[in-house]
């Protein structure tokens, strides 16, 4: 009982120490939402949809994104207009499926797809989840994101 009670006593004064000497340091905790995390270079999250100088979409439906996807999350539907040229008809990607992995980005042949640097990606209501190809060109549109894709 001596033994078990000086290696108790021995781990409450390290333990204490320990306590003490972090008391006084400054705290690591935000204050979320008016501080905000400060996101490394190579996070990827959402993605948008990119136009090209002139203001068209820069998506050419080659297939090459729902192709790629692991976790088949992008659905695209396409046709051909009157010159024989592709036309993106419905293009959606289901974010609760997604991982994140910017395997879209990565095959993209046009710069078209890119990964947004959104992180408040919470929702309520599982509809949401489902983005279209106009919301990701909001999204691309918004001033907040620069030429490549990464915010400012």
């Known amino acids: 009982m001596g033994l078990m009670t000086n290696i108790l006593q021995t781990d409450l004064?390290?333990?204490l120490t320990l306590t003490l000497q972090n008391f006084f340091k400054k705290p690591v905790t935000l204050r979320y939402p008016e501080v905000r995390y400060e996101l490394p270079d190579t996070f990827r999250g959402a993605q948008i949809l990119k136009r090209d100088s002139e203001g068209s979409e820069r998506c050419v439906g080659c297939g090459l994104c729902p192709e790629i996807c692991p976790s088949k999350a992008i659905t695209l539907i396409t046709s051909e207009d009157e010159e024989g040229e592709?036309?993106?008809?419905?293009?959606?990607?289901?974010?609760g499926l997604c991982i994140y992995c910017g395997y879209c980005q990565e095959v993209c042949p046009v710069d078209a797809v890119w990964m947004?640097?959104?992180y408040e990606l919470s929702l309520t209501d599982p509809s949401r989840l489902?983005?279209?190809k106009e919301e990701m060109l909001q999204k691309g549109d918004d001033p907040h994101y620069d030429r490549l894709g990464e915010s400012r």
């Open 13 to 15: 004064i390290k333990g």
């Open 86 to 95: 592709k036309r993106v008809d419905f293009y959606q990607i289901h974010l």
């Open 116 to 118: 947004g640097r959104d």
């Open 130 to 132: 489902k983005v279209t």
